[in-house]
């Protein structure tokens, strides 16, 4: 199960930029699961002329696993030179993603949703 639910992932996070939540009836049975999504959508692929590349150009990482996580939260920082001055700045250029479970459930996570959403019109 981990292996479908990671290639799921791995396939709607080729096209957005974002954190993935599982949730739903999915998210009691996460630590059964979600080490084996995670690797998976680390993993990668063999072209037809036998080349490996990486299933995803970022890395996943298990928000659910606190060592994971403070990897996730840490980054790579590094400091670097601004072309042309002898400014320096910080950088990341760890590009990552990390899949967590829901805490609130489905009908919890949706009232707090339209409750901001409400908030947010009464505003305007």
């Known amino acids: 199960m981990g292996v479908v639910v990671g290639d799921a992932l791995a396939q709607a996070l080729t096209l957005i930029d974002g954190l993935a939540v599982i949730?739903?009836?999915l998210s009691h049975n996460g630590p059964l699961f979600l080490p084996a999504a995670v690797a998976e959508m680390n993993g990668t692929y063999r072209s037809p002329d036998g080349n490996t590349f990486r299933r995803l150009a970022q890395t996943a990482f298990n928000l659910e696993?606190?060592?994971q996580l403070d990897v996730f939260l840490k980054g790579a920082k590094k400091e670097i030179v601004v072309p042309g001055t002898t400014r320096k700045i910080g950088y990341d250029p760890m590009p990552r993603i990390g899949v967590g479970i829901s805490k609130l459930g489905t009908s919890e996570a949706v009232a707090v949703g339209a409750y901001a959403?409400?908030?947010r019109k009464l505003d305007e």
């Open 65 to 67: 696993d606190a060592a």
């Open 23 to 25: 949730g739903g009836g």
């Open 117 to 119: 959403f409400a908030l």
